[in-house]
T-cell receptor
Framework: DSGVTQTPKHLITATGQRVTLRCSPR?????VYWYQQSLDQGLQFLIQ???????AKGNILERFSAQQFPDLHSELNLSSLELGDSALYFC????????????FGPGTRLTVL | DAKTTQPNSMESNEEEPVHLPCNHS???????IHWYRQLPSQGPEYVIH???SNVNNRMASLAIAEDRKSSTLILHRATLRDAAVYYC??????????????FGQGTELSVKP
């Protein structure tokens, strides 16, 4: 158990819909990262937040957005969903020191029908 | 982001040592070499990291070439539980890149009883 929790575990929805994925980091970790894992693209970095502020952005679509709240939990919002958005979405957290370890949650499996 | 090259797959016998190679010829002086692994149906987990010197921890050893253009992850006695995809990742300084992890295709390690 990494100490990072993600909800829900599975999500099935239809094209065009909007969903919110939630991540609670390990106690004391200030940084949250979101990654997407699909069969054709592998594991891809989406976005990072540090203590409530956006820190780095990867190949995140404009239909996707995220935020980190004062209690440090984070949400990833996916809108106007397409079939290709079906994937595993992982959240990771870290203390954010120079060479720190990222701890990954169990992931949310999103299926868009 | 500097790239890494790993074999797509490797096989090992249980209880035997495993050497997982990684080439990173374009590594910069400030890049750390990180290894993560992903067990089936789980999020990635940290294995080990290093900068220049060889490193040991309870999970594995990391041998880094003198010119830093390659490294090898060593599992001293493979167990069935070590069957996973192993990712070699170059990670720049967190102060200017935020600490994101750029995953390649990794090496799928299978362990035979």
């Amino acid at each position: 158990d990494s100490g990072v929790t993600q909800t829900p575990k599975h999500l099935i929805t239809a094209t065009g819909q909007r969903v919110t994925l939630r991540c609670s980091p390990r106690s004391g970790d200030l940084s949250v990262y979101w990654y997407q894992q699909s069969l054709d693209q592998g594991l891809q970095f989406l976005i990072q937040y540090y203590n409530g502020e956006e820190r780095a952005k990867g190949n995140i679509l404009e239909r996707f957005s995220a935020q980190q709240f004062p209690d440090l939990h984070s949400e990833l919002n996916l809108s106007s969903l397409e079939l290709g958005d079906s994937a595993l979405y992982f959240c990771a957290s870290s203390v954010a020191r120079a060479t720190d370890t990222q701890y990954f949650g169990p992931g949310t499996r999103l299926t868009v029908l | 982001d500097a790239k890494t090259t790993q074999p797509n797959s490797m096989e090992s016998n249980e209880e035997e040592p495993v050497h997982l190679p990684c080439n990173h010829s374009t590594i910069s002086g400030t890049d750390y070499i990180h290894w993560y692994r992903q067990l089936p149906s789980q999020g990635p987990e940290y294995v080990i990291h290093g900068l220049t010197s060889n490193v040991n921890n309870r999970m594995a050893s990391l041998a880094i070439a003198e010119d830093r253009k390659s490294s090898t992850l060593i599992l001293h006695r493979a167990t069935l539980r070590d069957a996973a995809v192993y990712y070699c990742i170059l990670r720049g300084p967190i102060y200017n890149q935020g600490g994101k992890l750029i995953f390649g295709q990794g090496t799928e390690l299978s362990v035979k009883p």
